[in-house]
Structure formats: C-alpha cells, structure tokens
C-alpha cells in the first residue's frame, strides 16, 4: 500500500529565504505526483503536477522534482514571502486510484 | 476563484437531520470525487465517480450516500450522521476518461460540516 510522507511537518524562514519541502513515497509505480497549496479553512490549489515520464516542472517562483527510483519529490519555493505561508501537501497518484496525499508541511515566512 | 464550485460553505446538522452537499463543474470533467479531511489531516478518498457511474466506495459508511444526476453535478447526500463525521469536505474533478488516470485534480473550497 502506498505511503506517502512530507518532511518537515512544519517549517518558519525569515522573507527572502529560498527553501525545499520534501515528499517521499513507498511505491514507485507511480502515475504523477501533484504539489497543492491549502489555506487555512480553504481547499486545495494545484500548484504543479509533475508525470512520472518528467523530471520536474517550474511554476513561477515555485520549481518541482521527481525521482521515482528513490521514490522522492521535492518543491523548492525561491525567494519567499509572507503570502506563500501555507500547508503545501504532495499526493500521489496510481492505477485505479485517485491521490494519496502525504499529511502536509506547514509553512510560515515571516516578514 | 475555484472552476469547483460547492455548496454550502458550512452546515452545522443534528444527527437526526437530512442534508445534501453539492458540487459542480464546468470544464467537462468527467471524473468526480468526494474527499473527507479531519482537522490537521490529509484529504482521504470516499467515493469516485466516471461518467456518471460510481466507480470507487472506500468503504463509506451507509450515512453518507452519493449521487451524480449528470456530468456537472455531484451531490453528497447525509442522514444520521456522527459528530466524528464533522469534517471539511472536499470535492474535486478531473479530465480522466477511467478512473485512476493520470490528469491533475481540479478541487473546490469545501463544506466545513458540524454534527451537533
């Protein structure tokens, strides 16, 4: 069965700051891997869905890896800011299922 | 702006009460999905919907009954539930033509749902 883990489960940098959030998971057999942004009390935003044939996808300030042979993704945000303080959870997608999300990294970029 | 739209936004129920949560799309969608997410939790599937078909039941209890009266439309229809059944629910589509295909999941805002 598919797990799907984020680390840190919660991370405060100072604006300005680039950093990486990381997302592993237990199976490779994977279809895509989805990085969503959720405010508090709010849904889910799509910020990046990477497929398992690429290597990663850029978004803005917002740039997504993949490697499925050690079954890992990661999100490096540049130069942060107060408006990117979020929960950013990864999920995963496989055959004849829908996501398996990972519990999320709580975000806080101070000013 | 969300392209999933739901309503209502919350619903505070008693557990005696009949109460319907509704979704919709217009991006022509035809896979649907109703996600369940405790607090400071991940969202976990409970039911997918193809075409207009149910396709997935993660084992939901009977309480909780959907419906998808066309390909725009997604209705979550609640009876008798439990206060441990207060939650956010979340509901998403995709462009998938089988279920657990490899397109991104588009999601609305939720209902934030209260069981007194």
């Known amino acids: 069965k598919q797990e799907v883990t984020q680390i840190p489960a919660a991370l405060s940098v100072p604006e300005g700051e680039n950093l990486v959030l990381n997302c592993s998971f237990t199976?490779?057999?994977?279809?895509?891997l989805q990085w969503f942004r959720q405010d508090p009390g709010k849904g889910l935003t799509s910020l990046l869905l990477?497929?398992?044939?690429?290597r990663e996808q850029t978004s803005g300030r917002l740039n997504a890896s993949l490697d499925k042979s050690s079954g890992r993704s990661t999100l490096y945000i540049a130069a942060s800011q107060p408006g990117d303080s979020a929960t950013y959870l990864c999920?995963?997608?496989?055959?004849?299922?829908?996501?398996?999300f990972g519990k999320g990294t709580t975000l806080s970029v101070s000013s | 702006d969300t392209e999933v739209t739901q309503t209502p936004k919350h619903l505070v129920m008693g557990m005696t009460n009949k109460k319907s949560l509704k979704c919709e799309q217009h991006?022509?969608?035809?896979?649907m999905y109703w996600y369940k997410q405790k607090a400071k939790k991940p969202p976990e599937l409970m039911f997918v919907?193809?075409?207009?078909?149910?396709?997935i039941n993660e084992s939901v209890p009977s309480r909780f009954s959907p419906e998808c009266p066309n390909s725009s439309l997604l209705n979550l229809h609640l009876h008798a539930l439990q206060p441990e059944d207060s939650a956010l629910y979340l509901c998403?589509?995709?462009?998938?033509?089988?279920?657990?295909?490899?397109?991104?999941?588009?999601f609305g805002d939720g209902t934030r749902l209260s069981i007194l």
């Open positions: 999920a995963a997608r496989q055959a004849g299922t829908a996501l398996i």
């Open positions: 990477i497929q398992s044939s690429q």
């Open positions: 199976d490779s057999a994977i279809y895509n």
């Open positions: 919907y193809s075409y207009e078909k149910l396709s």
């Open positions: 998403a589509s995709s462009q998938d033509r089988r279920p657990g295909g490899d397109q991104p999941q588009h």
């Open positions: 991006m022509g969608h035809r896979a």
